[in-house]
């Protein structure tokens, strides 16, 4: 907040003097011009995806991925429907969750996404946080996969279907859309 209110000024002298600038999602553009005050020419250029186009095929859930990078991805509302669903395998991909769940298994790093997709049926993004795009999202769908994401920031850009889509940080509500999930 200091470096804004002392750079204000430059800062949009520079967004005013290029011809336009680019950003990853359309609520990333809507939120700059909004915390600058300014309307600004802009243009939105999604991430280029590199992995096999899969049609999609919608299975009952058994294998429920996710990727954790940290608690603002919604690492505790994993664990608690993981504590839900014990018949129900999660597997966590990135930083490990530490936790006594028997249905959890860290998977560590992985290099290509592509294998990510092939050991499960649904992604959770369930993020705390207003991400700025949400390239896990659009690559599990473009991998043929359901997500399951929040309804924040740039997420409904990348999963724009609202069936997808939960409004809550609350387990009960994404518990309760996983459900309906594997009951249709």
């Excluded at 395998?89 to 996404?113: A, E, H, K, P, W």
């Amino acid at each position: 907040k200091f470096e804004r209110y002392l750079f204000r000024k430059k800062i949009i002298d520079i967004y005013k003097n290029v011809d336009r600038f680019i950003t990853n999602s359309k609520f990333m553009s809507d939120a700059i011009q909004s915390d600058l005050r300014i309307s600004i020419n802009h243009l939105v250029i999604y991430p280029d995806i590199s992995l096999p186009r899969i049609n999609p095929k919608f299975v009952k859930v058994k294998k429920i991925g996710f990727i954790n990078r940290g608690k603002k991805k919604g690492a505790e509302i994993v664990v608690e429907l993981s504590k839900k669903n014990p018949f129900i395998q999660f597997l966590i991909f990135g930083d490990n969750l530490s936790t006594s769940q028997n249905n959890i298994v860290n998977m560590g790093y992985f290099n290509d996404r592509s294998e990510i997709f092939k050991l499960i049926d649904i992604i959770l993004v369930p993020s705390l946080w207003n991400e700025p795009y949400g390239r896990i999202a659009s690559e599990t769908i473009w991998s043929g996969k359901m997500v399951l994401a929040s309804k924040k920031g740039g997420l409904p850009e990348a999963a724009p279907d609202n069936f997808f889509l939960v409004d809550s940080v609350l387990a009960e509500e994404w518990n309760e859309r996983l459900k309906i999930i594997n009951n249709n």
